[in-house]
């Protein structure tokens, strides 16, 4: 058996996973996300390859001098390989859709990963702001922002009658997206998360897996955000999503007290340290089994169950066993039987010894 | 000679469990089983009340007299609880069907579990010796010492056509049962203990769970004997036994290096560590859970896989974690929601810690 491997001390989490905002048992991240377009352009779909280099290096430019309170890397993804795409996208700074495309385009964020843009997109501009847990009024106000700065020194299409024109029909309006990714296992276990998400998608709220539209719903992570972005004000969306997020908030906390309470306090346990045993067992280990057990684990530290282990370590693995950082930390590509023996033991060295009662 | 009925207080495992025997890895145990019945009285099933009293008192004062080498402890069934009757058909002292019979009975072991007598079961009389271990021949010549002392002390039905008269046809002849108990999780994993089991019916074998007839084969226990007891010599039977057993131990092993080498070996190596995990980790455990769970560990130990735990502990855990010895652990009969939780309790006290690699 090859040495375990260990966590490189220079692995940064970025804002999503830092951990450290209000809510942050439950609600890992806040992102407030622009979509805007130039006048001039058609829309990126038909755009030709010369028209796609001109606009990205056009906007790449603008950027650039606009003096932005926090220095921006800007990352030209025809130059990246693919596994380094990936990387950008498990780090929600860039999205599969960008990473996939095969014109030209790029991307730039700051250190912190608090603020990531993608040139020529779906959309010719998007710009994402992250603030770590339930921040909805500070994350808000930094990318409008942006927002502002972006739109008063870009040509932006904009319409008087319908607002802020995008490529799709759906983001049309404030082109805005306010998305709150929360940490939801009491209600994934009492099997009242259907019911949640009915409620979220009745008030026009979409709820979505990790990584957004079409992801599973892996380690009961989940993205609730706005639906509409058309004839409603920015401010009125922002209400939406940080009202039903307090009540989900609320009522995963009235499920874990019940989970933890009476004659269900037992299966409960149970369920939370035969995750730790397994993750700090097996030798083989899938993404989706491993989010899962992680997501049992941080129940338990969270709820006070398991006393040794710190909550920055499992955010630390949740990034790490993803594929694409897996297989930074190797150095090279792996097959998936290949990563799922890393991630096993990637995550064995990381909670071996780990799990002793509180 | 006849004691009172008490249940050993330690935690002896008994001639069957000790572990000791030839094989010991892959054959926990040797048993001969005779079933005799006596002139002047009807089949068990027949008698009355009274005649079962007087059959059973009859029997327990004659085998008395027998001056056997080993002392035998005597035990009026009736005067046990069920709790207590279960522990003694845990140790395989005594069958579930006597145990469940109303009418009087009894039974008779020494100290060392290597001789069980049953009184008025099926038969008037089963004899029966363990041994640890592949044991054919000395279990079989210490079975027919016992058997000789008894028929020649005892007026027992015999026909010079048919053998010795048995309740049940398929006992008529030599009454004769040889079994081998094998741990196969070899061949269960592999997926050939199906073929195994069809090979052995084949030539009138039977294959059957830890429980005898009926009995499910939970942590890859399989009892191999013999099903012909008629028209055939007591010695051609028992090599009959013998050849297959043999076969399957050979079997098992050459399995066992199949899993352990080249491509198998990684999903293998996982299957073993998973289940220590789980022991070690579960807060509920079933029987059929803990059973199978300690039937991989116990691979892993006897494969040089896991390197600081002994097979003994795993066979306590076996005979410990089953209902009626938890029960008898605990002191006072429990539901089996509460056995469960004890079980697991239990496994971790034993396990923790343990599963160093070799």
């Known amino acids: 058996m090859s040495e375990l491997p260990t966590i490189p001390s220079d692995l940064s989490l970025g804002e999503w996973l830092r951990g450290t905002g209000p809510d942050g048992d439950l609600a890992i991240c806040t992102r407030v996300r622009f979509a805007r377009n130039l006048l001039g352009y058609r829309f990126a779909s038909l755009l030709d390859a010369e028209e796609s280099r001109e606009l990205s290096a056009y906007l790449v430019q603008q950027v650039g001098q606009l003096g932005l309170p926090e220095p921006l890397r800007v990352v030209e993804l025809s130059t990246l ?21 095969e014109r030209p385009r790029a991307a730039a964020h ?31 106000a930094a990318a409008e922002d942006l927002d502002d700065r972006l739109i008063s020194s870009l040509p932006v299409a904009f319409s008087e009658e319908f607002g802020f024109l995008t490529s799709c029909p759906t983001n049309v309006g404030t082109g805005l997206r306010l ?24 008030i026009h709220l979409a709820v979505r897996g990790m990584y957004g539209e079409g992801s599973r719903a892996l380690g009961d ?33 009235k499920v874990r007290e019940a989970l933890l309470g009476g004659e269900r306090r037992a299966r409960t346990l149970d369920r ?43 955010n630390r693995l949740l990034l790490l066993t993803q594929p694409a950082h897996l297989q930074r930390l190797h150095g090279a590509p792996l097959d998936a039987a290949e990563r799922d023996t890393l991630r096993a033991t990637l995550v064995r060295s990381v909670l071996a010894g780990r799990g002793q009662g509180a």
């Open 81 to 101: 390989t693919e596994l380094e795409r990936e990387v950008l996208v498990e780090r929600h700074l860039i999205s599969r859709e960008l990473a996939a495309a």
């Open 110 to 140: 700051d250190d912190a990963e608090r603020v990531a843009l993608m040139f020529n997109e779906e959309d010719h501009l998007r710009s994402q702001v992250f603030r770590s847990g339930f921040q909805v009024d500070e994350a808000y």
């Open 179 to 202: 998305s709150v990714m929360l940490h939801l296992p009491g209600l994934v276990w009492a099997e009242d998360m259907e019911k949640a998400a009915n409620t979220c998608q009745k």
């Open 221 to 253: 992570f989940y993205q609730v955000s706005n639906q509409v972005t058309l004839g409603r004000s920015e401010t009125s969306l922002v209400d939406d999503v940080r009202v039903a997020v307090t009540q989900l908030i609320a009522w995963e906390r």
């Open 272 to 314: 939370v340290w035969r995750a730790l045993g397994t993750l700090q067992s097996a030798r083989i280990l899938s993404t989706e089994e491993c989010l899962n057990g992680l997501s049992a684990v941080r129940f338990g530290v969270q709820q006070g169950l398991i006393a040794d282990l710190r909550a920055a370590d499992l």
